[in-house]
């Protein structure tokens, strides 16, 4: 298969980067972060969470965070939505696209909101009735999609099951979930052939934590699948609050670095992403985990 002339970026640092931030984040420094991002070219930033905030603290400026940042024209700022009282808050926010999240495990669902995968796709029912009716884009994750923190080995056919039923309910996108980053690009490229057959593969994206240093390739492999959007986190920001020990997304910067080696475009100006992905990490206080950030800071 041909390598896509384009690739759509879904930057998930603000969100899936900060929420697992044990210090404190400001909403200003939140608000600094994705201005910096859609200044970089970021076509797509999740920008927060409206979850319970005991469960997930670092998110519970959301809405200040939206009300706070500048909403540039074609830019997608999103946010996740667990259930119908986040999908309301959302909409209270003045946030236009939401994004549901299963898990292919059921430890991990459990862990994660406190429902088995079958509730959970209950729950986001009246999720997507309200959506559609407000006009709001709904998009759908599941997680652990190559293996789970507590329950080992997962099935391709079980992700399969799960991304099938988030797109009968409306998602029109799928975004498919290393969350532990233990994938390889031998069974990325078979998750994708078995998932493809139930799910589009234009409807399909890629989620790659890089807890064993393998995004990257994944992301290679995932390309000669025929799939053309992408998650990442700039600086590589994060990790997850339910997967101890998982290492934050593939750096944002990295990836445009692939890409642009590979002709493939993306809109995204490397030079500004990486200044943003500087400035969030002394915001931190820590070293970027991008490896194409260090080396330009080197080479300067
Ligand atoms: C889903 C729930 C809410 C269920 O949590 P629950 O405790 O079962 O919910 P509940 O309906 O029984 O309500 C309990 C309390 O939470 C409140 N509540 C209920 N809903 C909300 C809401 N939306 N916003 C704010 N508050 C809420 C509700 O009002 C009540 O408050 P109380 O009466 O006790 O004061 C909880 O488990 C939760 O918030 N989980 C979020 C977990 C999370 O955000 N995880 C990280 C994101 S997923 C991820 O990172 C993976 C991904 C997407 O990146 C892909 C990958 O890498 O795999």
Redesign the pocket.
Known sequence: MSLPSHVRLVE?GPR?GL?NEKQPVSVADKVRLVDGLSAAGLGYIEVG????????PQ?AGSAEVFAGIEQRTGVTYAA????L??LE?AIEAGVKEVAV?AAASESFSQR????SIADSLVRFEPVMELAQQRGIRVRG?V??VLGCPYDGDVSPHQVAAVAFALQAMGCYEI?L?D?IGVGTAGNVRQLFEVVGRDVPRERLAG?F?DTYGQALANIYASLLEGVAVFDSSVAGLGG???AKGATGNVASEDVVYLLDGLGIETGVDLSRLIEAGQRISRTLGRETASRVARARSVAQ
């Open positions: 998930v899936d929420q969470s409206f979850v319970s905030p005991k469960w997930v998110m996740l939505t667990p259930n009282k986040g808050a999240f994660n909101i406190n429902c994750y997680s652990c975004s979930g969350t989620h934590h997850c609050p339910y």
